[in-house]
């Protein structure tokens, strides 16, 4: 009971009554309060009392903690609870399978190891580029040689032999002047270098493998910047009289060589020879090159404590076709490469009255005709086997003879393309002369011969070592390509034309590097001066270390200093274009 009047709610009693507008009659007479009746005409049952302040809670639906009714806001209690439990989604099964575990601290012996590598690199690489690319890169394959072996990772057989080629493409720009090969031999080392650090062995792994280093030089960095602070914190007894010891030894270095120096020309000479020359305004070049080599370094070292196995990610491979719709296509193209084949062996490989009987042509414009074309037709070829070989069928054992059958007339067919490409550079390069461009797609076909040999083998005994046999032979091609030194070859094939015809395009030999001088040094003269005149220039006014000189150009210095250009009586400008005088036409 309640002393409160009748029509109006107690104090521990909360008014249900809705307001007077939220319940209308549908004739619109009034408002009127609605009744709830039991089941069956009994008396309505009676509400719930709750007390003031208590949340309203309606019989079968439960409630949550707090007193809210779970839903009774749903939108706001949704929102609010989703940014409080939002959870990133989880990576792609790719990543999930190839992504390594995180590698423990790096070493301190890999981090001194890091740190000489920017060292040497800021210092040695502003002067140019020879041995000291090898000695930059040294202490950044003992970090990562460090590093791993510190994760538990042996040395396995392809490992060392990627990191020997490596190593051997690196002696390319301390033999050789010219900057086209060395660039191609910086690329390779780097793909070879990446390659041994991974350890792969499929196509995807070993494609990804060659830059795969790139992407971990920004994980190595904060990688090392963890593994400092770790070692930072309480062990300053440990590392302060190592940086103390270092500094003082510097210190007296510096003194005393200074002194020494001064004392003495030939000490000063032979200690100028030895240390870089490093000037303030070469300083932020040097810089750069600093930053360059620890970023290269760390990434190595990142990268052999924790590769990305790209070899466990799974590629799909495509449907099998039928036998019939997937031969008959290769049958066709068989056809039409032994039908072009024919031709050739009977013009291109018949002498010279048979070209002009057959096209009106000479052997030069015949070859200038065709060879782009036939090094397309390779390019091409190659593809349609990697399609072939992805939708081959492979039910049975007649199926496998049907694809080594069909791809193995196709890859030879495809070896005397080659040849035939091969063929008309030859005449090409008689009639015209050799150039970089033409040497360098020359030497492309021939290792496109090469690949069509791996595969046809790879039909034989088993493709799992075909992905590491190409990308090793491109290694390999590149590696030659600068031991042979394509600027001489070029001056060589120029010198014999010239000796052949009379012909030869001085302004074209002019450009050449340090590494034709000793070809150019058999013309006669006038030839031979002003074919060398601009390279003399380059080579003995150059000041170089002896870290950043290669040996073409101590070669060149020495014919050079021995012979050197005439400039008094050169009459070069009286030459045309094809090195003559206008007497002697």
């Excluded at 910086?186 to 350890?199: C, N």
């Excluded at 791809?407 to 067919?413: D, E, I, M, Y």
């Excluded at 970089?436 to 595969?455: F, H, K, N, Q, T």
């Excluded at 010239?498 to 395009?505: A, L, V």
Aim: glycine share 12%; proline share 7%.
């Amino acid at each position: 009971m309640s002393d409160q009047p009748s029509g109006a709610p107690a104090a521990n009693e909360v008014d249900d009554t809705p307001p007077k507008d939220a319940v209308r009659e549908e004739d619109g007479r009034g408002d009127t309060r609605r009744e709830e009746t039991a089941p069956g005409g009994a008396e309505p049952a009676e509400k719930p009392v709750r007390k003031a302040g208590e949340p309203a809670h309606e019989p079968g639906r439960p409630t949550v903690p707090g007193g809210r009714r779970s839903g009774a806001v749903h939108g706001t209690t949704h929102g609010a609870s989703s940014w409080a439990v939002y959870e990133p989604p989880p990576p792609p099964a790719w990543v999930t399978a190839a992504r390594p575990e995180e590698p423990g601290p790096i070493g301190t012996a890999a981090l001194w190891a890091v740190l000489a590598t920017g060292v040497l690199a800021g210092l040695l690489l502003g002067d140019g580029l020879g041995l000291n690319v090898l000695l930059a890169a040294a202490p950044a394959a003992l970090a990562a040689y460090l590093t791993g072996r510190a994760a538990g990772r042996g040395v396995r057989p392809w490992s060392l032999v990627w990191a020997a080629g490596g190593a051997a493409l690196l002696l390319v720009p301390a033999l050789r002047d010219a900057g086209w090969p060395t660039f191609l031999a910086l690329a390779a080392a780097l793909a070879s270098g990446s390659l041994a650090l991974h350890g792969t062995r499929t196509w995807r792994g070993t494609l990804i493998g060659c830059v795969g280093v790139l992407g971990e030089v920004l994980p190595g960095a904060l990688w090392a910047w963890r593994g400092l602070r770790e070692r930072a914190d309480g062990s300053r007894d440990r590392w302060w009289p190592a940086v103390r010891t270092a500094g003082v030894a510097a210190g007296l270095l510096a003194v005393f060589g200074a002194l020494f120096a001064g004392a003495d020309a030939a000490f000063a000479d032979l200690l100028a020879g030895l240390v870089p020359e490093v000037s303030v305004s070469d300083g932020p070049v040097h810089a750069i090159l600093s930053v360059l080599g620890l970023a290269a370094a760390l990434g190595a070292a990142r990268t052999a404590a924790a590769p990305w196995r790209w070899d466990r990610v799974e590629g799909g491979r495509g449907r099998p076709r039928g036998r019939v719709e997937w031969a008959l296509p290769l049958i066709v193209l068989n056809a039409l490469f032994a039908v072009f084949i024919a031709i050739q062996l009977a013009v291109l490989f018949g002498g010279y009255d048979k070209v002009l009987e057959e096209t009106g042509l000479t052997y030069s414009e015949y070859a200038r005709q065709g060879f782009w074309q036939l090094l397309t037709v390779t390019l091409l070829t190659l593809a349609v086997i990697a399609l072939a070989l992805r939708w081959a069928p492979r039910g049975a054992a007649r199926d496998r003879t049907l694809v080594r059958a069909v791809l193995g007339v196709l890859c030879a067919l495809t070896l005397v393309v080659v040849l035939s490409a091969l063929r008309r550079m030859e005449l090409y390069v008689d009639a015209y002369g050799l150039t970089r461009l033409r040497v360098s797609v020359a030497g492309a076909e021939l290792w496109l011969g090469v690949v069509i040999v791996l595969i046809m083998a790879a039909g034989v005994f088993g493709g799992r070592r075909l992905p590491r046999a190409v990308v090793a032979s491109a290694a390999g091609a590149v590696l030659c390509f600068g031991l042979v030194s394509p600027d001489a070859l070029v001056a060589e094939q120029n010198v014999r034309r010239f000796e052949r015809t009379g012909q030869i395009d001085l302004a074209y030999l002019r450009g050449l590097s340090a590494d034709a001088v000793p070809a150019l040094d058999a013309l006669p003269e006038p030839q031979r001066s002003c074919a060398l005149q601009d390279i003399a220039d380059d080579v003995l006014g150059a000041d170089k270390p002896w870290y950043a000189t290669s040996y073409g150009e101590v070669r060149a210095r020495t014919v050079l200093t021995e012979r050197p250009a005439d400039r008094i009586a050169l009459p070069c400008g009286r030459l045309d274009r094809e090195g003559r005088l206008p007497e002697s036409r």
